[in-house]
């Protein structure tokens, strides 16, 4: 077998798996929109339960997208990579809850 | 899969059939990288800021009155089969030989984005007549901050990509152009992730 034939099956494989991966991401990314709208629009939990469902098919969604779309792959990735999505999901996290956090309690003070 | 490569920035990575690219790839994609994830601080803000504003209505309509779950669901099936769409272009980047592939899977693209702003037009237009413009309330002001903000992402998307069709007839697929679709993809896939936050806590969450 010649240099570039194994070149060319080496592509192939790599082309099957990355393909797998994107229709991967996109059956899972689909269930994970089914779901909830499926109970939201049959109203099939009680208001707290559809709050929690949503919630963790929207962290698992993001998840999906991240890894098979972004190609966010810890093993594999560049160290700068993931420190920079973990310290800008860690700011998030801080201005979001703290935003939520001080208002909802000024608006029960001012109640 | 652990037989796969390490990665050398976000994103699909083109690998050694693309060595024009290999120099530059990682230092402007981590770039566009930090872009991206200030843009998120900005997105999580304004949802924040739409969860203190949910209660202030202002004796106007609230979620139950305003959002259509048809709708939704169905912009939600178009932009994430747009993601689906770019990243089979993004396969025909990287292994294709030809220009027709890569260019017809990015009109796909274009066609369901410019779907998804249509539907998404409507509902704003059906709230207007309703009486539920940004004026309305400190609860649709912060709806109109955030959900329309997300749409602009969306259709300068869709101009960028045009511009890189434009360019790929015009000078073919040079290092450049490369670049030019590594990034859109990042910006692309992150505005799904976007959608997928608006869909779950806006909509979803507001009908619950």
């Given at each position: 077998m010649s240099a570039s034939e194994q070149d060319a099956r080496g592509n192939r494989a790599e082309y099957a798996r990355e393909l797998r991966g994107y229709l991967l991401g996109y059956g899972l990314a689909i269930v994970l929109t089914l779901v909830p709208f499926g109970l939201v629009n049959w109203a099939a939990l009680r208001q707290y339960g559809l709050y929690v469902a949503i919630g963790a098919c929207a962290l698992v969604q993001v998840i999906v997208h991240f890894r098979f779309?972004?190609?966010?792959d810890p093993p594999r990735q560049n160290v700068d990579d993931l420190h920079l999505i973990l310290f800008s999901a860690l700011l998030l996290f801080f201005m979001v809850a703290g935003t939520i956090w001080i208002l909802a309690s000024l608006a029960a003070r001012l109640a | 899969m652990s037989a796969a490569p390490p990665l050398?920035?976000?994103?699909?990575n083109l690998g050694?059939?693309?060595?024009?690219?290999e120099e530059k790839s990682a230092e402007l994609l981590f770039g566009f990288w930090v872009f991206l994830m200030s843009d998120a601080i900005i997105f999580g803000l304004l949802f924040a800021t739409y969860a203190v504003m949910l209660h202030a209505r202002a004796g106007g309509p609230g979620p139950e009155q305003l959002y259509d779950i048809k709708s939704a669901f169905i912009e939600t099936l178009a932009l994430l089969s747009s993601s689906f769409t770019y990243g089979m272009a993004s396969l025909a980047l990287k292994y294709?030989?030809?220009?027709e592939w890569l260019i017809g899977w990015l009109v796909a693209t274009m066609c369901l984005g410019g779907l998804f702003l249509r539907l998404e037009a409507q509902d704003f237009i059906s709230m207007f007549h309703e009486?539920?413009?940004?004026?309305?309330s400190g609860y649709l002001s912060s709806f109109f901050a955030l959900v329309p903000l997300h749409g602009l992402h969306v259709t300068s998307g869709i101009i960028w990509m045009l511009a890189l069709i434009l360019q790929i007839v015009r000078y073919g697929v040079d290092r450049d152009v490369k670049l030019g679709l590594l990034r859109l993809g990042l910006f692309w896939h992150f505005l799904d992730i976007v959608w997928v936050a608006i869909f779950s806590f806006i909509y979803l969450g507001g009908l619950a």
């Open positions: 779309f972004l190609h966010i | 050398r920035h976000p994103g699909i050694p059939a693309h060595p024009e690219t294709g030989r030809r220009h009486g539920a413009g940004p004026s309305r």
